[in-house]
């Protein structure tokens, strides 16, 4: 069990509804798990997070991201790095954005992001982000240990 | 992207069944409901904790509005906080007290208990980092609230860092019904993100006034706590599609 979910146990109707949306997020859905994945790590190195970051970073591997996907999401690299397709930068570009001003996501990031991705699937995207971006805060804020989530394999 | 405006009467039963709780607790659809029908199996679920929060818990729904203003005004969310000047006045909090809320006027505010200047205090520190959390706040938290009701407070924090990057990165804009309220939070000082300023088009009375006190120099600004950065901005701006209907 995640340490945050023990938590949380203080609080069993928040236990309840931050786990159930936890656990729809973490899976395959509109997007893959896998890039799912790396969308969690670049939301939390973008936003300063610890919360989950070594636990997720194992998970992004063990769903078939290289080493090389996951060390390139690091501050600009990701801009220039072969191991991205346009639509994962497009995603990137909007992580970055959210993180300083969503007031601010124009033309530039969505007319890319919709290239690639449909309605759907950015709902997904940004549900996903921002939960992490909150994940990050709310557990950074109550101190909990990361997590040793999956002991069995999951790819 | 162009926005379409949905209506209540969905296709998908996920969506529906949003749709007719959102009604229920708030007597409308509002504009964040409406793009549940893109991924009705993401929002549904993220939806959730949010009814949860909007009502007592372990900790008071006053409380929590007071923290959803403090977090969401410190976004720059003209969309959360214009909705939540209206449901704390509703349950209460008259304007003065929520316009104490900005910066840190509330320390010295008449209209805040120890307790609420303890908890907005970490709500502060929770939005610039949590890292950075004077041991002295989670003392005077600690005085007045128990272990489940501070995993309620520091849930509603995240929930609405949350919800107000969601709605403003998806481009949700405020619903019609409140473009006559006059703002509180943002007439005691305006947001420093230049591109969330045209959701004040919606405010045009106090507009002017909010434009001039934006311009103001760094030293009249200085109680402000600051979360982001202003830069100059193309314009926006598309958006997610509402619901896509029947």
Same mark, same amino acid.
């Given at each position: 069990?995640?340490?945050?979910?023990?938590?949380?146990?203080?609080?069993?109707?928040?236990?309840?509804?931050?786990?159930?949306?936890?656990?729809?997020?973490?899976?395959?859905?509109?997007?893959?798990?896998?890039?799912?994945?790396?969308?969690?790590?670049?939301?939390?190195?973008?936003?300063?997070?610890?919360?989950?970051?070594?636990?997720?970073?194992?998970?992004?591997?063990?769903?078939?991201?290289?080493?090389?996907?996951?060390?390139?999401?690091?501050?600009?690299?990701?801009?220039?790095?072969?191991?991205?397709?346009?639509?994962?930068?497009?995603?990137?570009?909007?992580?970055?954005?959210?993180?300083?001003?969503?007031?601010?996501?124009?033309?530039?990031?969505?007319?890319?992001?919709?290239?690639?991705?449909?309605?759907?699937?950015?709902?997904?995207?940004?549900?996903?982000?921002?939960?992490?971006?909150?994940?990050?805060?709310?557990?950074?804020?109550?101190?909990?240990?990361?997590?040793?989530?999956?002991?069995?394999?999951?790819? | 992207?162009?926005?379409?405006?949905?209506?209540?009467?969905?296709?998908?039963?996920?969506?529906?069944?949003?749709?007719?709780?959102?009604?229920?607790?708030?007597?409308?659809?509002?504009?964040?409901?409406?793009?549940?029908?893109?991924?009705?199996?993401?929002?549904?679920?993220?939806?959730?904790?949010?009814?949860?929060?909007?009502?007592?818990?372990?900790?008071?729904?006053?409380?929590?509005?007071?923290?959803?203003?403090?977090?969401?005004?410190?976004?720059?969310?003209?969309?959360?906080?214009?909705?939540?000047?209206?449901?704390? @006045?509703?349950?209460?909090?008259?304007?003065?007290?929520?316009?104490?809320?900005?910066?840190?006027?509330?320390?010295?505010?008449?209209?805040?208990?120890?307790?609420?200047?303890?908890?907005?205090?970490?709500?502060?520190?929770?939005?610039?980092?949590?890292?950075?959390?004077?041991?002295?706040?989670?003392?005077?938290?600690?005085?007045?609230?128990?272990?489940?009701?501070?995993?309620?407070?520091?849930?509603?924090?995240?929930?609405?860092?949350?919800?107000?990057?969601? @709605?403003?990165?998806?481009?949700?804009?405020?619903?019609?019904?409140?473009?006559?309220?006059?703002?509180?939070?943002?007439?005691?000082?305006?947001?420093?993100?230049?591109?969330?300023?045209?959701?004040?088009?919606?405010?045009?009375?106090?507009?002017?006034?909010?434009?001039?006190?934006?311009?103001?120099?760094?030293?009249?600004?200085?109680?402000?706590?600051?979360?982001?950065?202003?830069?100059?901005?193309?314009?926006?701006?598309?958006?997610?599609?509402?619901?896509?209907?029947?």
């Amino acid at each position: 069990m995640p340490n945050f979910v023990k938590v949380l146990g203080t609080n069993p109707a928040f236990c309840v509804s931050i786990t159930d949306f936890v656990i729809q997020a973490l899976g395959e859905g509109r997007l893959s798990w896998a890039f799912k994945e790396l969308v969690i790590l670049k939301t939390l190195r973008t936003t300063g997070a610890y919360y989950s970051y070594g636990a997720h970073e194992r998970l992004a591997l063990e769903l078939g991201n290289s080493p090389d996907r996951i060390g390139d999401l690091n501050n600009s690299v990701w801009q220039d790095s072969p191991h991205f397709s346009e639509g994962e930068r497009a995603v990137f570009a909007l992580i970055e954005q959210i993180a300083e001003d969503a007031n601010d996501v124009d033309d530039q990031i969505w007319e890319p992001l919709l290239q690639h991705w449909d309605h759907g699937q950015v709902l997904e995207l940004a549900a996903v982000i921002t939960t992490f971006l909150n994940i990050g805060r709310m557990f950074d804020t109550l101190g909990v240990s990361d997590p040793v989530l999956f002991t069995k394999p999951v790819g | 992207m162009s926005q379409s405006l949905g209506r209540p009467e969905v296709a998908d039963p996920v969506t529906k069944k949003v749709y007719e709780d959102a009604e229920a607790r708030f007597q409308m659809v509002l504009n964040i409901f409406k793009i549940t029908g893109n991924a009705p199996e993401i929002a549904e679920k993220m939806w959730q904790i949010y009814f949860d929060i909007l009502q007592d818990g372990q900790v008071s729904w006053v409380d929590k509005e007071l923290l959803i203003l403090k977090a969401t005004k410190m976004g720059d969310c003209l969309y959360c906080v214009t909705q939540h000047e209206v449901v704390s @006045g509703r349950l209460g909090v008259s304007n003065e007290k929520q316009a104490d809320i900005v910066g840190v006027e509330y320390r010295q505010s008449e209209h805040y208990t120890p307790a609420e200047v303890a908890i907005l205090d970490l709500c502060a520190h929770v939005v610039r980092n949590p890292e950075r959390i004077p041991q002295d706040v989670w003392s005077r938290v600690k005085e007045h609230y128990d272990d489940g009701q501070i995993v309620e407070i520091v849930a509603t924090i995240g929930a609405y860092l949350q919800v107000s990057k969601f @709605g403003d990165a998806l481009g949700v804009e405020l619903e019609p019904v409140w473009h006559g309220h006059q703002p509180v939070l943002f007439n005691a000082e305006p947001p420093r993100s230049a591109a969330a300023q045209h959701h004040l088009d919606h405010f045009p009375d106090s507009r002017t006034e909010l434009l001039r006190r934006t311009r103001c120099p760094p030293p009249q600004c200085s109680t402000r706590l600051p979360l982001t950065s202003t830069r100059p901005t193309a314009r926006r701006r598309s958006s997610l599609g509402m619901c896509p209907i029947s």
